[in-house]
Nanobody, 119 residues
Framework: QRQLVESGGGLVQAGGSLRLSCAAS????????VGWYRQAPGKERELVAG???????NYSDPVKGRFAISRDNAKNTVYLQMNSLKPEDTAIYYC?????????????WGQGTQVTVSS
Protein backbone atom coordinates (compact mmCIF):
# COMPACT_ATOMS: atom_id res chain seq x y z
CA GLN A 1 0.00 0.00 0.00
CA ARG A 2 1.38 3.37 -1.03
CA GLN A 3 1.13 5.91 1.73
CA LEU A 4 2.68 8.75 3.67
CA VAL A 5 2.28 8.95 7.43
CA GLU A 6 3.05 12.12 9.36
CA SER A 7 3.87 12.17 13.05
CA GLY A 8 5.37 14.44 15.66
CA GLY A 9 2.69 17.08 15.96
CA GLY A 10 1.35 18.30 19.26
CA LEU A 11 0.85 21.23 21.60
CA VAL A 12 3.82 23.44 22.37
CA GLN A 13 4.33 26.86 23.87
CA ALA A 14 5.51 29.78 21.78
CA GLY A 15 9.28 29.66 21.38
CA GLY A 16 9.34 25.89 21.60
CA SER A 17 10.31 23.26 19.06
CA LEU A 18 8.82 20.23 17.36
CA ARG A 19 10.13 17.78 14.81
CA LEU A 20 7.69 16.35 12.33
CA SER A 21 8.33 13.11 10.46
CA CYS A 22 6.87 11.89 7.19
CA ALA A 23 7.37 8.18 6.62
CA ALA A 24 6.72 6.68 3.19
CA SER A 25 5.84 3.14 2.27
CA UNK A 26 5.25 1.59 -1.12
CA UNK A 27 6.62 4.73 -2.80
CA UNK A 28 9.83 5.20 -4.79
CA UNK A 29 10.84 7.75 -2.21
CA UNK A 30 14.41 8.40 -3.31
CA UNK A 31 13.26 10.00 -6.58
CA UNK A 32 10.47 12.05 -5.03
CA UNK A 33 10.38 15.76 -4.42
CA VAL A 34 8.85 16.14 -0.98
CA GLY A 35 7.09 19.08 0.55
CA TRP A 36 5.62 20.03 3.89
CA TYR A 37 2.39 22.03 3.64
CA ARG A 38 0.14 23.46 6.30
CA GLN A 39 -3.45 24.54 6.50
CA ALA A 40 -4.80 26.75 9.24
CA PRO A 41 -8.56 27.06 9.94
CA GLY A 42 -10.21 29.21 7.30
CA LYS A 43 -7.06 29.46 5.21
CA GLU A 44 -5.78 27.74 2.10
CA ARG A 45 -3.13 25.07 2.22
CA GLU A 46 0.32 26.59 1.75
CA LEU A 47 3.79 25.24 1.08
CA VAL A 48 6.06 25.53 4.10
CA ALA A 49 9.22 23.78 2.96
CA GLY A 50 10.37 21.49 0.18
CA UNK A 51 13.29 19.21 -0.52
CA UNK A 52 14.12 17.84 -3.94
CA UNK A 53 15.45 14.41 -4.75
CA UNK A 54 18.79 16.16 -5.15
CA UNK A 55 18.52 17.54 -1.61
CA UNK A 56 17.89 21.15 -2.66
CA UNK A 57 15.68 22.92 -0.16
CA ASN A 58 13.31 25.87 -0.22
CA TYR A 59 11.25 27.61 2.44
CA SER A 60 8.36 30.01 2.62
CA ASP A 61 9.24 33.44 3.95
CA PRO A 62 7.37 33.07 7.27
CA VAL A 63 9.47 30.07 8.32
CA LYS A 64 12.89 30.90 6.90
CA GLY A 65 15.54 30.70 9.57
CA ARG A 66 13.25 28.81 11.95
CA PHE A 67 12.36 25.58 10.12
CA ALA A 68 14.67 23.02 8.52
CA ILE A 69 13.67 20.22 6.18
CA SER A 70 15.81 17.13 5.71
CA ARG A 71 15.47 13.63 4.31
CA ASP A 72 16.83 10.17 5.01
CA ASN A 73 16.23 8.03 1.95
CA ALA A 74 17.50 4.92 3.74
CA LYS A 75 14.56 5.32 6.13
CA ASN A 76 12.13 6.65 3.48
CA THR A 77 11.53 9.59 5.81
CA VAL A 78 11.50 13.37 5.55
CA TYR A 79 11.73 15.56 8.64
CA LEU A 80 10.69 19.09 9.45
CA GLN A 81 12.51 20.61 12.40
CA MET A 82 10.51 23.56 13.67
CA ASN A 83 12.15 25.98 16.10
CA SER A 84 11.07 29.27 17.64
CA LEU A 85 7.46 28.35 17.04
CA LYS A 86 4.85 31.08 16.97
CA PRO A 87 1.08 30.93 17.50
CA GLU A 88 0.65 31.68 13.78
CA ASP A 89 2.38 28.36 13.01
CA THR A 90 -0.69 26.58 14.35
CA ALA A 91 -2.11 24.42 11.57
CA ILE A 92 -2.47 20.90 10.28
CA TYR A 93 0.80 19.94 8.61
CA TYR A 94 0.73 17.67 5.58
CA CYS A 95 3.45 15.84 3.71
CA UNK A 96 3.42 15.51 -0.07
CA UNK A 97 5.61 13.36 -2.31
CA UNK A 98 5.62 13.78 -6.07
CA UNK A 99 7.67 12.19 -8.81
CA UNK A 100 7.57 10.98 -12.38
CA UNK A 101 8.59 7.42 -13.11
CA UNK A 102 8.46 5.59 -16.44
CA UNK A 103 6.31 8.36 -17.88
CA UNK A 104 3.75 8.25 -15.10
CA UNK A 105 3.10 10.98 -12.58
CA UNK A 106 2.83 10.04 -8.91
CA UNK A 107 1.49 12.35 -6.21
CA UNK A 108 0.77 11.33 -2.64
CA TRP A 109 -0.49 13.12 0.48
CA GLY A 110 -0.41 12.11 4.10
CA GLN A 111 -3.32 12.44 6.49
CA GLY A 112 -1.82 15.40 8.35
CA THR A 113 -0.63 16.07 11.87
CA GLN A 114 -1.90 18.86 14.10
CA VAL A 115 0.52 21.47 15.42
CA THR A 116 -0.80 23.88 18.04
CA VAL A 117 1.34 26.69 19.42
CA SER A 118 0.04 28.45 22.50
CA SER A 119 0.97 32.02 23.38
Amino acid sequence: QRQLVESGGGLVQAGGSLRLSCAASGITFSVANVGWYRQAPGKERELVAGISRGYSTNYSDPVKGRFAISRDNAKNTVYLQMNSLKPEDTAIYYCNAAYRLFGREHNYWGQGTQVTVSS
